[in-house]
């Protein structure tokens, strides 16, 4: 049972190229959630997906698009990189809409130059 | 609208002594609140949550906090601390309407030898 699990841990981009971060749950959980957490800003939700087949904007989705690929893949594609989506972005995902304790990703550190 | 302050950028104690990190939160209801911890270059892990009843609760690695409505506080504390905590501490508050979590900004825990 590995949990959440991201991809890539590190990487840099030129601004305007594109990618895409991976997220993948293997514990059966319906809600997903992506973050970028910024030095003093704490963490701040991107985009997330109460269920398969759902995605809705959170605080700050400008530049980001998401996927809900089935219910174990959740990804985040960045279309033009810019440099201040620098950051390191998390993943986590929730069990069940009653329990409220997320379960996060080890992260992946984005540098965009 | 929710939010979650967290008074303290970084706070340093001395290993073996008590610790207090402190959590005020703005929510018209009754909240759902969390603590988690982030090691240097690691995700996010729960240390302990509040959904109702006894307002002290006990979480993993000795932390306890303490809910209190008059003070809109959910304050985290530690009788003795040990190097190993050096971290940062989030508080967060869940959002009953989506089951999102809104954080703090996060307090830096240094320990001095």
């Known amino acids: 049972n590995a949990g959440v699990t991201q991809t890539p841990k590190f990487q840099v981009l030129k601004t305007g190229q594109s990618m895409t971060l991976q997220c993948a749950q293997d514990?059966?959980?319906?809600?997903m959630y992506w973050y970028r957490q910024d030095p003093g800003m704490g963490l701040r939700l991107i985009y997330y997906s109460a269920s398969e087949g759902t995605t809705d904007k959170g605080e700050v989705p400008n530049g980001y698009n998401v996927s809900r690929l089935n219910k174990r893949e959740f990804s985040l594609r960045l279309e033009s990189a810019a440099p201040s989506q620098t950051s390191v972005y998390f993943c986590?995902?929730?069990?069940?809409?009653?329990?409220?304790?997320?379960?996060f990703g080890p992260g992946t550190r984005l540098t965009v130059t | 609208a929710q939010s979650v302050t967290q008074p303290d950028i970084h706070i340093t104690v001395s290993e073996g002594a008590s610790l207090e990190l402190r959590c005020n939160y703005s929510?018209?209801?009754?909240?759902?609140l969390f603590w988690y911890v982030q090691s240097p270059g690691q995700g996010l892990q729960l240390l302990l949550k509040?959904?109702?009843?006894?307002?002290l609760v006990q979480g993993i690695k000795g932390f306890e906090a303490e809910f209190k409505r008059s003070q809109s506080s959910f304050n985290l504390r530690k009788p003795s601390v040990h190097w190993s905590d050096a971290a940062e501490y989030f508080c967060?508050?869940?959002?009953?309407?989506?089951?999102?979590?809104?954080f703090g900004s996060g307090t830096r825990l240094l320990v001095r030898p």
């Open positions: 967060a508050v869940a959002s009953d309407s989506s089951y999102k979590l809104i």
């Open positions: 929510y018209g209801a009754t909240p759902y």
């Open positions: 514990m059966n959980h319906n809600s």
């Open positions: 986590a995902s929730l069990p069940q809409r009653n329990s409220y304790e997320q379960y």
């Open positions: 509040y959904f109702s009843g006894d307002t």
